[in-house]
């Protein structure tokens, strides 16, 4: 576990930046345009419901250096679950971590993945780096696909692993943007692809949070076999609400976040 969470946070936008290039631009296009580094609302992980890997164990590296949980999210049809943690120094990002409900996918899926989280010795599951340890095994591309088929996240974890998968900038700290709208036509002017699956953008007013993300960068990876170029991450743009005791919304909406993990679909 790590000490400190500055490094923590380090480590993973680093490791995060080494398969999303636009990661880097998007930084720029919306950073560049004010004094201070983009401030970064909240950051995703995954993993699967597997005793070694749990969504706890994850949340373990979290806790220990101070952070709660703070609310939980079900996804029925992606057959997913999840929790979100905060830390109470707010300039720290708020961190969404869900995962796969193996007992729900195929017995097929389900012996595919066991054998692959089998791969993770006991203790890398516990050190510093683990949540920006990529994968620990190697997988066909004959297996991604046969995953890909069943869970978009099943495949995706299969390839990359344990890492964020994407980080979020905080829209009501940006200096130069009043809204999301605004936001979105600068990156697409740069020529970002967002994800449009429930709208470019996710939420309302209403209910306290709007999101839109890029898709994910398609990048080259490689398979026991072969090479691929697959979607590896994203990068999300949050904007978030007062409520009526005039702070900001801290939680996520469970219907947003479904189409927002459809940012790493294969297209
Ligand atoms: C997480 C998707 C949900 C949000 O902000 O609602 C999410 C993922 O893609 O792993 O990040
Ligand atoms: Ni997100």
């Given at each position: 576990m790590?000490?400190?969470?500055?490094?923590?946070?380090?480590?993973?936008?680093?490791?995060?930046?080494?398969v999303t290039p636009s990661a880097k631009k998007v930084h720029q296009?919306?950073?560049?345009?004010?004094?201070?580094?983009?401030?970064?609302?909240?950051?995703?992980?995954?993993?699967f419901n597997l005793p070694k890997v749990s969504l706890d164990k994850l949340a373990a590296h979290f806790l220990a250096l101070g952070y709660e949980e703070c609310g939980e999210y079900h996804f029925e049809a992606k057959k997913l679950y999840a929790k979100h943690f905060e830390h109470?120094?707010?300039t720290l990002p708020k961190v969404f971590i869900s995962?796969?409900?193996?007992?729900k996918c195929s017995a097929e899926l389900r012996e595919t993945i066991e054998q692959l989280v089998a791969q993770i010795p006991d203790e890398a599951v516990t050190a510093d780096n683990f949540l920006y340890s990529g994968t620990h095994w190697q997988v066909s591309q004959a297996t991604y696909e046969k995953l890909l088929a069943e869970s978009e996240y099943a495949a995706w974890m299969a390839a990359w692993g344990y890492r964020a998968n994407h980080f979020t900038v905080s829209v009501n700290d940006l200096q130069n943007f009043a809204s999301l709208e605004q936001v979105n036509q600068v990156l697409k002017d740069a020529g970002f692809l967002l994800n449009t699956s429930g709208g470019e953008i996710k939420g309302t007013p209403e209910v306290y949070l709007e999101q839109s993300s890029t898709l994910a960068d398609l990048v080259t990876v490689k398979f026991s076999d072969?090479?691929?170029?697959?979607?590896?991450?994203?990068?999300?743009f949050a904007r978030r609400?007062?409520?009526?005791?005039?702070?900001?919304?801290?939680?996520?909406?469970?219907?947003?976040?479904d189409k927002?993990?459809?940012?790493?679909?294969?297209?």
């Open positions: 790590h000490t400190d969470v500055k490094a923590l946070f380090e480590n993973l936008w680093q490791n995060y930046l080494q296009l919306l950073g560049s345009s004010q004094q201070d580094d983009v401030i970064n609302d909240h950051i995703a992980l995954r993993t109470q120094d707010r995962e796969l409900l193996l007992d072969t090479e691929a170029t697959i979607p590896s991450c994203f990068y999300e609400y007062p409520l009526a005791n005039g702070l900001l919304y801290s939680g996520f909406v469970a219907a947003s976040a927002i993990f459809e940012s790493t679909n294969a297209r």
